[in-house]
Every structure is written in structure tokens, then in C-alpha cells.
């Protein structure tokens, strides 16, 4: 057992530099009959962006909500810096939150709403002035102040919440789904915005999401739940080129698995037992059947086959080409001088060997 904390620590363990700012230990949280956190054990460091990434339902905002404090593990402890803090309300954990629900006090001016957690800790009418006046400007909201939150659009609206999770300096910052309400441009713009931000404070951050694009774009790890566990822990770069399992390489981006097929899989490794071959999209080739062995030809299995469909995406161009029995997709970059395949062509799909990545089912 760890020995529970102090409140008057918690400030002070902050600052510790070896150990992993937060841990999770074998934290388990069932609801009635309900396991909705199995086993959990994960650390975050010192400033780190860790995202939790999962379907709805596998247990992102509950792992949260124990971070938090608003929820107690029925099992399992959960450690910063070292010590545990189960007997830390969470008003005394010192955390910056924000939810998918901006939850801005709808009565009162966004000056006060950033005012609001410096107020809670006692600061002084002028340096609250002060910090107020700097984060709007950090924020680009400074000629906002005086608006009340329903004169904001969505955007803005995140913007303060944002800055009201950040303007106390807490020691780390929790997201849930925090860009989930904002439409598709404005999230892309609030993605970066927030990477700037979380640079600029290097506050340790743990996010919440089920958009994968979000989770790759912002995070330094992500961790991947799947029904309350954690299925694969690792940076955006190696879960994707390198999942674990078939669901980590699904979730995250499109992926063909290698079911069904009625040729031999050439690779460089040995497939180990349990697992399936799988191949992502973009890697694959797609040209005409006449078209030849390319010059790195034996470092390449090709295969031929039918264009089923092909779906016009912008700046890329998906097919869908039966091969035997299964149907690859392959996405390409359009280019000036690559031809279009239509439905009914026949082309030659061909991928490097060293592309195909073994998943455990
Ligand atoms: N307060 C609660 N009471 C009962 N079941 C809950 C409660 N909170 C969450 N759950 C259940 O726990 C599981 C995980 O929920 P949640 O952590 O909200 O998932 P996510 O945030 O990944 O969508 C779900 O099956 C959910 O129905
Ligand atoms: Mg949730």
C-alpha cells in the first residue's frame, strides 16, 4: 500500500522531477454490475500530452472522472508523484478540466469567468487584473472581456474555457472530448491551437477522445481503450505504422487485413501464430496491368486484379479492387500523369513486403 498523501503535499509533489507526474496502479471502477475501468495501470510524465483515444462506451471518461477525483476506484490506486492521492478531494487536486460542455458561468462576463479560479485562490484584485488581461491576449479573445458567454460562438466559447483551465497554472490539465461541439474547420484550428498552447505552458495534459485525427495530431502517446482496458500505449507514429492488434489498426485509419485471400502473404518477418497480415491503404500501388515490374520489383509482391469502385475524395482518390474473393481499398494522392482506374479496369495492385505488418487478432 502507498501511504495516503497530505492535502498540503500535493502542491509540493508537483514539482518532483523522476518520477511520473501521474500513475495509474491496477485501477479498477465497476457501476453496479457494470466494469466500466478494468485493470488500469498507465503513467503520465511531467509534460506530457497523453490522449486517451477509444470507442464510446470503453471507459475514456470514467478513467477521467478517477483522475479528477469526482470518482473513486473500487480497486487500485492512483499515484502522483509517487503517493497516493485517494484521500485528496478533487477540488484540493489542483487540476485545470475541461469538458465537451464548455460549462462557462452562462451569468457572467468572460473577464469573470477567468477571474473566477484566481478568486478561489485568493488572489488579489490586481494581479487577477493583470493574468486576466494577459490570457485573453494569449488567446486572442482580449476585446471579448465584457461579453457574456451566449454572445461567443462555439469556438470562442472553447477559447475561454481553455484559458479559465489554464489561467491558475495548474500542475496538469484534463480534456474530455474538448473539441467534440466545433465543426470540422474550427477543430482543426483549435487542434493547433491547443498543441501552441500546451508548448507554450508545458503543462502536463491528459485528453479524452474517440477522434482519432485529434488524438495523432495532438498527443505525444496516446493510449487506446477498448471495453475498460487499455489496448495498445504508444506515440501516434508507432500506433499507427506498427498496431498491436487488428482493433488498434482499425480504429485508427483504415487497414486491409489479410482474411480470405487466395494468394501467399511475401514478407520480410515471420508471421507469428495468432496474428494477421495487414496493410494500410496509402501503401499499396495501384497501376495499370500493363504497366510492368517496377525497378525495386523484388523488393515487391504484386498482385492483380478488378476496380470495383473508386470514391473522388478531394486531394485523394480511393479504390476498391476485388483481388479473388477480397476487396482491397487503396488510397492515392491524386498527381498530374497518374491515370484514373474506373470501375471494371483491370490493374495491378503492389505493395514493398516490408509494408505488410503482422496484428494480433
Ligand atoms: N455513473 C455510471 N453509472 C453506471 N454506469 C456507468 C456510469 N458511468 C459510466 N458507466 C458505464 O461505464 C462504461 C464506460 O463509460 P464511459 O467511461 O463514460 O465511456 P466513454 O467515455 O469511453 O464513452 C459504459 O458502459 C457506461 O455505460
Ligand atoms: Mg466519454
Redesign the pocket.
Known amino acids: 500500500m502507498h501511504a495516503p498523501i497530505q492535502n498540503s503535499e500535493v502542491a509540493a509533489l508537483h514539482e518532483s522531477p523522476v518520477l511520473p507526474q501521474i500513475e495509474f496502479s491496477s485501477v479498477t471502477k465497476t ?2 454490475k ?4 478494468r485493470d488500469l495501470s498507465m503513467t503520465v510524465s511531467r509534460g506530457e500530452f497523453l490522449t486517451i483515444l ?12 478517477l483522475l479528477a477525483g469526482f ?1 473513486a476506484p473500487t480497486a487500485g490506486d492512483i499515484l502522483i508523484a509517487g503517493r497516493s492521492v485517494a484521500a485528496v478531494p478533487s477540488y484540493r487536486r489542483d487540476q485545470g478540466i475541461v469538458f465537451q460542455s464548455y460549462a462557462l458561468f452562462p451569468h457572467l462576463t468572460v473577464t469573470r469567468n477567468l477571474e473566477f479560479p484566481l478568486e478561489m485562490r485568493g488572489i488579489n484584485t490586481a494581479e487577477r487584473t493583470t493574468r486576466v488581461r494577459r490570457m485573453l491576449e494569449r488567446v486572442h479573445l482580449s476585446d471579448l472581456g465584457g461579453r457574456m458567454p451566449s454572445q461567443l460562438s462555439g469556438g470562442q466559447q472553447q477559447r475561454v474555457a481553455l484559458a479559465r483551465a489554464l489561467i491558475a497554472d495548474p500542475p496538469f490539465l484534463l480534456l ?1 472530448e474538448p473539441l467534440g461541439a466545433l465543426d470540422r474547420n474550427l477543430r482543426e484550428q483549435m487542434q493547433i491551437e491547443m498543441k501552441s498552447l500546451h508548448k507554450e505552458f508545458g503543462i502536463t495534459t491528459v485528453c ?1 477522445t ?1 477522434d482519432q485525427e485529434e488524438a495523432l495530431t495532438l498527443s505525444d502517446r496516446i493510449v487506446v ?1 477498448r471495453a ?1 482496458r487499455i489496448e495498445q500505449t504508444d506515440s501516434p507514429e508507432a500506433l499507427y505504422d506498427r498496431p498491436a492488434t487488428r482493433f488498434v489498426a482499425k480504429f485508427l485509419g483504415e487497414a486491409n487485413i489479410f482474411e480470405n485471400h487466395n494468394f501467399k502473404i511475401e514478407s520480410e518477418a515471420e508471421q507469428p501464430s495468432g496474428t494477421v497480415a495487414m496493410i494500410r491503404p496509402e501503401r499499396i500501388c495501384i497501376v495499370a496491368t500493363d504497366a510492368g515490374k517496377r525497378g525495386d520489383g523484388d523488393l515487391r509482391q504484386f498482385v492483380t486484379g478488378i476496380v470495383d469502385d473508386m470514391i473522388y475524395a478531394g486531394p485523394l482518390r480511393k479504390y476498391h479492387v476485388r483481388v479473388g474473393s477480397s476487396v482491397f481499398i487503396v488510397r492515392e494522392h491524386v498527381a498530374a500523369r497518374q491515370p484514373i482506374f474506373r470501375p471494371g479496369d483491370g490493374v495491378c495492385l503492389n505493395w514493398l513486403r516490408s509494408d505488410i505488418r503482422f496484428v494480433a487478432t
Request: aromatic residues 4%; glycine residues 20%.
Open positions: 457501476y453496479g457494470v466494469t466500466a475501468v477509444g470507442p464510446s462506451g470503453s471507459g475514456k471518461t470514467t478513467t477521467l472522472m470518482e474530455d479524452v474517440h481503450m475498460g
